[in-house]
């Protein structure tokens, strides 16, 4: 299928406003190169910039716009996933989708490089783990009890315990880094 005919209109990318755009409603072969993806209206000059890179030519820890169902931006992890913040109902959180390779679960169908590094010593991880709510120890879960493991445990001590409380550990540092560069990445480039 290819791009609709030219509405005036803003670009869903640069969030330009009263420009020609078209709508790409599947993944089609833009004529300037590369693929679009649909449900969304694009300039001209964002379209062609939105190709499917293949996933082998794509940098681990960097930065990259995608055209995905929940993200807008991603950092790569080196294992097909882009990492970015999703919204929904209201509240923000750190979640993976997957290039259009990447099997049936493959979601992001259009990327551009910003050129945007993530910084070492942030982890690629949407958590860090989980940790005791009480006592903020980490802990890690064996086999149940039941079928002969020990159940939650603190990994530091190894000691087991039913009063742990178990709470995954948001990856606070990634958190910020995309937000960061997501507030500051809008408009013109
Ligand atoms: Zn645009």
Redesign the pocket.
Known sequence: MSPSHYENGS??????EN?P?RMYGTLVKLPEGGYGFGDRW??????PRLELIPQVKLIKGRLYKILCRNLKTGIYDGNGGFIGIREKLGSCYLFTEYHFDHGHIGTVRGMEDTGIQLPDGIPLETRLGSEDQITKRPVAFDRPVAEGGKGWFFTDTGEASEAIWPCAVGNMELFKFLKDHEAGGEGEK
């Open positions: 670009c869903s990318n640069c969030k330009r420009l755009v694009l300039c001209d000059s964002c379209a």
